[in-house]
T-cell receptor, first 117, second 116 residues
Framework: GAVVSQHPSWVICKSGTSVKIECRSL??????MFWYRQFPKQSLMLMAT?????????EQGVEKDKFLINHASLTLSTLTVTSAHPEDSSFYIC?????????????FGDGTRLSIL | AQKITQTQPGMFVQEKEAVTLDCTYD???????LFWYKQPSSGEMIFLIY??????QNATEGRYSLNFQKARKSANLVISASQLGDSAMYFC?????????????FGSGTKLNVKP
């Protein structure tokens, strides 16, 4: 089945550093990729939607300059948390989909646990 | 092998009827958690229900219940009295504990359409 690889799985870094998370679709072309952040009550907040070759669409309340998303190819999207602070500590998950239709399945990465000291 | 399998890409249900969305999982862990999320067209993922591997009773949350059959490794979501607003994508997920952190695995989703 379709595989999405997310890397790294777990990262710990000092406050003020930037962290890049990669999301790769290994065996299909991902026209659309989504980035989510998990909050303590289990729900996943959609941060942004990115389509290959165009700028990401951010959800309200998500800082574009802080969470940089690049979807440079049909198999790779990156999320860079710039100047990370402890409040950015969370679980980040990406997903990928071929096409723009809601009817098409999404395939999720395993997630990245980000801990900012 | 896939960790989470949702075999129904799409389903239709008549309003006010009950519907079951299938989910099977694969794990060798003793301790794990099972989740269902609803994703409306807005893209957010709304947590619906959780079942822990040690919970003996099936989880229920309002109109949602999770039919947990541990020996079969299935965690089907049952929605009773379907409403038009239930039309959405539904994802089954599992959390395993690996060392100091958890890993999440998602199914590919089931698109539910509720007909008036």
């Amino acid at each position: 089945g379709a595989v999405v690889s997310q890397h790294p799985s777990w990262v710990i870094c000092k406050s003020g550093t930037s962290v890049k998370i990669e999301c790769r679709s290994l065996d299909f072309q991902a026209t659309t990729m989504f980035w989510y952040r998990q909050f303590p009550k289990q729900s996943l907040m959609l941060m942004a939607t990115s389509n290959e070759g165009s700028k990401a669409t951010y959800e309200q309340g998500v800082e574009k300059d802080k969470f940089l998303i690049n979807h440079a190819s049909l198999t790779l999207s990156t999320l860079t948390v710039t100047s990370a602070h402890p409040e950015d500590s969370s679980f980040y998950i990406c997903s990928a989909r071929t096409g723009s239709s809601d009817n098409q399945p999404q395939h999720f990465g395993d997630g990245t646990r980000l801990s900012i000291l | 092998a896939q960790k989470i399998t949702q075999t129904q890409p799409g389903m239709f249900v008549q309003e006010k009827e009950a519907v079951t969305l299938d989910c099977t999982y694969d794990t060798s862990d003793q301790s794990y958690g099972l989740f269902w999320y609803k994703q409306p067209s807005s893209g957010e993922m709304i947590f619906l229900i959780y079942q822990g591997s040690y919970d003996e009773q099936n989880a229920t949350e309002g109109r949602y219940s999770l039919n947990f059959q541990k020996a079969r490794k299935s965690a089907n979501l049952v929605i009773s009295a379907s409403q038009l607003g239930d039309s959405a994508m539904y994802f089954c997920a599992m959390r395993e504990e690996e060392g100091n952190f958890n890993k999440f695995y998602f199914g590919s989703g089931t698109k539910l359409n509720v007909k008036p």
